[in-house]
């Protein structure tokens, strides 16, 4: 029920993404009205991965990293190495806000940091971490000062730092879709990423790469540093190998 409700809505808010990926800030009687901010972009993205990971349809997670490209273009700042949560092309502003602490949730550029952190963990992208990284070293003497409103900053370091890049990538057969998902252990292994694709869909990206159906049946491929274990086809060896994880 609030799967279908999920796809339908982003279903129709991606209806509205312009050719140039600018998101609208809110639609009302089906008019969409533009000007997005930051956390337009990181949560709508967000809520894409979480999309993708629900469904493991690869259309959510290409549309998440079409929008982490436009966030890229329009909202970081390679001089200030900075995240603003205006769009570069507002031209009407005295100054370029930016959100760096967190209130009762966290702030739109940590957010979008973490995103960009998970997104580069997947694609490999260098300019993804890069980003990250100068991002990071920005925020260190705002964690050293006000550490109760820079925790989600303070979590993303330790990751950055300790993050063994665990990868679970599924090849499905486009079959019980959710009772793969519900059955998988993912909460194991608390720094696991998974996410897939179906047999039939195309991509690019370097880590789907040799990653095929085995005996015409979903497999899993749990990796390490981009180092895979032996695939399988079995949800209870697979659950198994993620509780290793965690040891």
Request: with cysteine; charged share 25%; aromatic share 12%.
């Amino acid at each position: 029920k609030y799967l279908n409700k999920s796809i339908d809505v982003a279903t129709y808010i991606n209806s509205f993404i312009t050719e140039n990926n600018e998101l609208p800030r809110y639609i009302i009687n089906s008019k969409p009205f533009y000007s997005p901010t930051l956390e337009d972009y990181a949560y709508f993205i967000e809520a894409l991965f979480k999309l993708h990971q629900g469904t493991l349809d690869f259309k959510w997670l290409d549309i998440a990293m079409n929008l982490t490209d436009k966030v890229i273009e329009s909202y970081w700042d390679s001089d200030s190495s900075f995240l603003y949560d205006s769009s570069n092309n507002k031209k009407d502003l005295f100054i370029r806000p930016k959100s760096l602490y967190d209130n009762p949730y966290t702030s739109s550029a940590s957010k979008m940091t973490e995103l960009l952190y998970l997104l580069g963990s997947i694609t490999g992208k260098v300019e993804y971490l890069d980003i990250v990284d100068r991002l990071i070293d920005n925020m260190i003497p705002y964690i050293n000062k006000v550490p109760m409103h820079t925790l989600s900053w303070a979590k993303l370091t330790d990751l950055r730092k300790n993050d063994k890049l665990d990868h679970l990538v599924i090849i499905h057969d486009e079959k019980n879709l959710n009772e793969l998902v519900n059955k998988l252990n993912s909460e194991e292994a608390t720094d696991l990423i998974y996410f897939g694709k179906s047999y039939k869909s195309k991509t690019n990206l370097d880590i789907f790469d040799n990653k095929i159906l085995i005996d015409g049946k979903t497999t899993f491929y749990l990796c390490r540093s981009y180092t895979c274990k032996m695939p399988t086809n079995s949800i209870n060896d697979i659950n198994n190998q993620i509780k290793d994880l965690s040891y």
